[in-house]
Protein backbone atom coordinates (compact mmCIF):
# COMPACT_ATOMS: atom_id res chain seq x y z
CA UNK A 1 0.00 0.00 0.00
CA UNK A 2 1.07 3.61 -0.87
CA UNK A 3 2.03 6.17 1.96
CA UNK A 4 -0.85 7.91 0.49
CA UNK A 5 -3.16 5.80 0.33
CA UNK A 6 -2.05 4.74 4.05
CA UNK A 7 -2.72 8.14 5.06
CA UNK A 8 -5.59 8.42 3.69
CA UNK A 9 -7.18 5.76 5.45
CA UNK A 10 -5.21 7.32 8.94
CA UNK A 11 -7.52 10.28 8.31
CA UNK A 12 -10.83 8.81 7.61
CA UNK A 13 -10.04 6.89 10.71
CA UNK A 14 -9.39 10.33 12.68
CA UNK A 15 -12.47 11.39 10.98
CA UNK A 16 -14.63 8.45 12.42
CA UNK A 17 -13.04 8.41 15.97
CA UNK A 18 -13.81 12.59 16.12
CA UNK A 19 -17.49 11.97 15.26
CA UNK A 20 -18.04 9.54 17.54
CA UNK A 21 -16.65 11.76 20.08
CA UNK A 22 -19.56 14.08 19.52
CA UNK A 23 -22.36 11.58 18.11
CA UNK A 24 -21.77 12.67 14.48
CA UNK A 25 -21.67 10.62 11.36
CA UNK A 26 -18.59 10.39 9.75
CA UNK A 27 -20.79 10.38 6.53
CA UNK A 28 -21.52 13.72 7.10
CA UNK A 29 -17.75 14.94 7.45
CA UNK A 30 -16.27 15.55 3.94
CA UNK A 31 -12.66 14.50 3.57
CA UNK A 32 -10.90 17.76 0.98
CA UNK A 33 -7.51 16.63 -0.14
CA UNK A 34 -5.52 19.66 -0.06
CA UNK A 35 -2.66 18.78 -2.65
CA UNK A 36 -1.37 22.41 -3.29
CA UNK A 37 2.19 22.35 -4.22
CA UNK A 38 1.97 19.05 -4.68
CA UNK A 39 2.68 16.97 -8.20
CA UNK A 40 0.03 15.27 -10.34
CA UNK A 41 1.28 11.52 -9.40
CA UNK A 42 0.31 12.36 -6.05
CA UNK A 43 -2.65 13.43 -7.01
CA UNK A 44 -3.53 10.47 -8.90
CA UNK A 45 -1.90 8.23 -5.89
CA UNK A 46 -4.59 9.82 -4.06
CA UNK A 47 -7.29 9.45 -7.02
CA UNK A 48 -6.69 5.77 -6.95
CA UNK A 49 -7.38 5.09 -3.31
CA UNK A 50 -10.66 6.69 -3.67
CA UNK A 51 -10.39 10.62 -2.56
CA UNK A 52 -12.10 12.25 -6.00
CA UNK A 53 -12.29 16.12 -4.03
CA UNK A 54 -9.28 18.40 -4.11
CA UNK A 55 -8.36 21.74 -2.67
CA UNK A 56 -5.63 23.85 -4.28
CA UNK A 57 -4.29 27.31 -3.50
CA UNK A 58 -2.49 28.66 -6.64
CA UNK A 59 -4.47 29.41 -9.64
CA UNK A 60 -1.97 29.31 -11.91
CA UNK A 61 -0.50 25.74 -10.71
CA UNK A 62 -3.54 24.53 -10.05
CA UNK A 63 -4.48 25.23 -14.02
CA UNK A 64 -1.61 23.50 -15.01
CA UNK A 65 -2.17 20.33 -12.97
CA UNK A 66 -5.88 20.66 -13.56
CA UNK A 67 -5.29 20.32 -17.28
CA UNK A 68 -2.84 17.61 -17.04
CA UNK A 69 -4.71 15.42 -15.21
CA UNK A 70 -8.00 16.09 -17.65
CA UNK A 71 -6.01 16.00 -20.17
CA UNK A 72 -4.86 12.25 -18.64
CA UNK A 73 -8.62 11.38 -18.77
CA UNK A 74 -9.52 11.56 -15.16
CA UNK A 75 -12.90 13.43 -15.28
CA UNK A 76 -14.52 12.78 -12.43
CA UNK A 77 -12.69 15.04 -9.91
CA UNK A 78 -13.88 17.94 -7.90
CA UNK A 79 -12.00 20.95 -7.71
CA UNK A 80 -12.16 23.32 -5.18
CA UNK A 81 -10.27 26.51 -5.04
CA UNK A 82 -9.28 27.72 -1.13
CA UNK A 83 -6.65 30.00 -1.40
CA UNK A 84 -6.41 34.22 -1.71
CA UNK A 85 -7.95 35.35 -4.44
CA UNK A 86 -6.19 38.39 -6.60
CA UNK A 87 -8.49 39.67 -9.49
CA UNK A 88 -6.34 39.04 -11.91
CA UNK A 89 -6.50 35.32 -11.43
CA UNK A 90 -10.48 35.12 -11.22
CA UNK A 91 -11.32 33.98 -14.91
CA UNK A 92 -9.01 30.99 -14.47
CA UNK A 93 -10.85 29.70 -11.18
CA UNK A 94 -14.38 30.58 -12.72
CA UNK A 95 -12.92 28.33 -16.11
CA UNK A 96 -11.29 25.42 -14.10
CA UNK A 97 -13.23 25.30 -10.98
CA UNK A 98 -16.31 23.20 -9.34
CA UNK A 99 -16.17 25.03 -5.66
CA UNK A 100 -14.40 28.14 -4.83
CA UNK A 101 -14.13 28.07 -0.71
CA UNK A 102 -12.41 31.67 -0.60
CA UNK A 103 -14.49 34.13 -1.73
CA UNK A 104 -14.03 37.20 0.79
CA UNK A 105 -14.93 40.22 -1.48
CA UNK A 106 -18.32 41.37 -3.74
CA UNK A 107 -15.41 43.03 -6.44
CA UNK A 108 -14.45 38.91 -6.24
CA UNK A 109 -17.96 37.55 -6.44
CA UNK A 110 -18.83 39.63 -9.31
CA UNK A 111 -15.85 39.33 -11.84
CA UNK A 112 -16.21 35.28 -10.96
CA UNK A 113 -19.95 35.40 -11.79
CA UNK A 114 -19.37 37.69 -15.36
CA UNK A 115 -15.98 34.75 -16.19
CA UNK A 116 -18.01 31.52 -15.62
CA UNK A 117 -18.73 29.98 -18.87
CA UNK A 118 -22.14 29.81 -19.34
CA UNK A 119 -22.11 25.72 -20.76
CA UNK A 120 -20.93 25.06 -17.16
CA UNK A 121 -22.96 24.78 -14.22
CA UNK A 122 -22.74 27.31 -11.89
CA UNK A 123 -20.01 27.59 -10.17
CA UNK A 124 -20.32 26.61 -5.87
CA UNK A 125 -19.02 29.57 -3.08
CA UNK A 126 -18.58 29.22 -0.18
CA UNK A 127 -17.80 32.50 1.74
CA UNK A 128 -14.52 32.71 4.04
CA UNK A 129 -14.93 34.61 6.81
CA UNK A 130 -11.95 35.32 8.98
CA UNK A 131 -12.67 33.99 12.26
CA UNK A 132 -9.72 34.75 13.90
CA UNK A 133 -9.57 38.09 13.44
CA UNK A 134 -5.93 38.05 12.59
CA UNK A 135 -5.15 41.28 10.50
CA UNK A 136 -3.03 39.25 8.05
CA UNK A 137 -5.72 36.73 7.58
CA UNK A 138 -8.53 36.27 4.54
CA UNK A 139 -11.61 35.99 4.85
CA UNK A 140 -14.87 38.81 5.36
CA UNK A 141 -15.33 39.88 8.60
CA UNK A 142 -19.13 38.66 10.35
CA UNK A 143 -20.74 41.76 9.24
CA UNK A 144 -20.08 41.60 5.92
CA UNK A 145 -21.38 38.03 5.24
CA UNK A 146 -24.76 39.10 4.31
CA UNK A 147 -23.84 41.44 1.17
CA UNK A 148 -21.73 39.56 -0.16
CA UNK A 149 -24.77 35.90 -0.24
CA UNK A 150 -26.78 38.17 -1.32
CA UNK A 151 -25.21 39.33 -4.60
CA UNK A 152 -24.33 35.37 -5.06
CA UNK A 153 -27.78 34.69 -4.62
CA UNK A 154 -28.90 37.48 -7.07
CA UNK A 155 -26.47 35.80 -10.18
CA UNK A 156 -27.36 32.53 -11.89
CA UNK A 157 -23.26 31.99 -12.68
CA UNK A 158 -23.32 31.52 -9.14
CA UNK A 159 -24.40 29.47 -6.59
CA UNK A 160 -24.10 29.94 -2.11
CA UNK A 161 -23.49 26.59 -0.34
CA UNK A 162 -21.61 27.70 3.01
CA UNK A 163 -19.13 28.94 4.62
CA UNK A 164 -15.19 28.65 4.90
CA UNK A 165 -13.28 29.99 8.11
CA UNK A 166 -9.78 28.92 8.83
CA UNK A 167 -8.67 29.07 12.91
CA UNK A 168 -5.87 30.98 14.02
CA UNK A 169 -2.64 28.65 14.35
CA UNK A 170 -2.38 27.83 18.17
CA UNK A 171 -2.29 25.07 20.48
CA UNK A 172 -4.78 26.84 22.95
CA UNK A 173 -7.79 24.72 22.09
CA UNK A 174 -10.05 26.74 23.58
CA UNK A 175 -9.17 29.73 21.45
CA UNK A 176 -9.88 27.57 18.04
CA UNK A 177 -13.17 25.68 19.48
CA UNK A 178 -14.40 29.74 20.66
CA UNK A 179 -13.50 30.88 16.65
CA UNK A 180 -15.36 27.60 14.84
CA UNK A 181 -18.11 27.99 17.30
CA UNK A 182 -19.24 31.40 16.30
CA UNK A 183 -18.98 30.16 12.47
CA UNK A 184 -21.19 27.70 13.25
CA UNK A 185 -23.44 29.69 14.96
CA UNK A 186 -23.76 31.57 12.11
CA UNK A 187 -23.61 28.94 8.99
CA UNK A 188 -26.96 27.30 11.42
CA UNK A 189 -28.98 30.75 10.89
CA UNK A 190 -28.24 30.99 7.53
CA UNK A 191 -28.88 27.58 6.72
CA UNK A 192 -32.37 27.93 8.31
CA UNK A 193 -33.24 30.46 5.89
CA UNK A 194 -31.89 29.02 2.73
CA UNK A 195 -32.24 25.15 1.79
CA UNK A 196 -29.25 25.09 -0.52
CA UNK A 197 -26.59 26.37 2.59
CA UNK A 198 -25.04 22.66 3.37
CA UNK A 199 -21.04 23.25 3.68
CA UNK A 200 -19.96 24.26 6.92
CA UNK A 201 -15.66 24.28 5.97
CA UNK A 202 -13.76 24.46 8.94
CA UNK A 203 -10.89 22.12 10.33
CA UNK A 204 -7.18 21.30 8.71
CA UNK A 205 -4.54 18.64 9.79
CA UNK A 206 -4.09 20.36 13.05
CA UNK A 207 -7.37 21.18 14.60
CA UNK A 208 -9.76 18.40 12.58
CA UNK A 209 -10.69 17.58 15.99
CA UNK A 210 -12.48 20.82 17.21
CA UNK A 211 -13.53 21.74 13.97
CA UNK A 212 -15.88 18.35 13.81
CA UNK A 213 -17.19 18.91 17.62
CA UNK A 214 -17.84 22.34 16.54
CA UNK A 215 -20.39 21.22 13.33
CA UNK A 216 -17.32 20.91 10.51
CA UNK A 217 -19.23 19.30 7.18
CA UNK A 218 -15.85 19.43 5.35
CA UNK A 219 -12.41 19.35 6.77
CA UNK A 220 -9.47 20.59 4.67
CA UNK A 221 -6.47 18.48 5.07
CA UNK A 222 -3.18 18.58 3.01
CA UNK A 223 -0.37 17.56 5.48
CA UNK A 224 -1.90 14.52 6.84
CA UNK A 225 -2.53 13.06 3.49
CA UNK A 226 0.79 14.24 0.88
CA UNK A 227 2.99 15.25 3.88
CA UNK A 228 4.69 18.76 4.62
CA UNK A 229 5.09 21.18 1.92
CA UNK A 230 8.32 22.74 0.62
CA UNK A 231 8.31 26.00 -1.00
CA UNK A 232 11.36 26.21 -2.91
CA UNK A 233 10.60 29.36 -4.41
CA UNK A 234 7.45 31.46 -4.35
CA UNK A 235 5.27 29.19 -5.19
CA UNK A 236 4.25 29.45 -8.83
CA UNK A 237 1.60 32.12 -9.95
CA UNK A 238 0.58 32.89 -6.23
C1 LIG B 1 -3.09 24.70 3.04
C2 LIG B 1 -4.48 24.81 3.51
C3 LIG B 1 -5.11 23.74 4.17
C4 LIG B 1 -4.40 22.43 4.53
O1 LIG B 1 -3.63 22.60 5.65
P1 LIG B 1 -2.86 21.36 6.39
O2 LIG B 1 -2.47 21.91 7.69
O3 LIG B 1 -1.70 20.98 5.52
O4 LIG B 1 -3.84 20.24 6.51
C5 LIG B 1 -6.44 23.90 4.53
N1 LIG B 1 -7.12 25.04 4.27
C6 LIG B 1 -6.56 26.08 3.66
C7 LIG B 1 -7.37 27.31 3.41
C8 LIG B 1 -5.23 26.01 3.27
O5 LIG B 1 -4.67 27.07 2.66
Given at each position: MSTIQENLINVQDLILKFANLTHR????IQLLAV????PVDQIIEAYNAGQRAFGESYAKEAELKINEIRSLGYSDIVWHFIGPIQSNKTKIIAEN??????LDRLKIAKRLSEQR????SPLKVLIQVN????????GCDFEEIDEIAEYVRSTDNLKLIGLMGVAENTTETDEITAQFKKLQKKFNEMKALDQNIDVLSMGMTGDMEEAIACGSTEIRIGTAIFGAREYHNSPAGA
Open positions: KAKDSKTKFDVVESPKELISCEPQKS
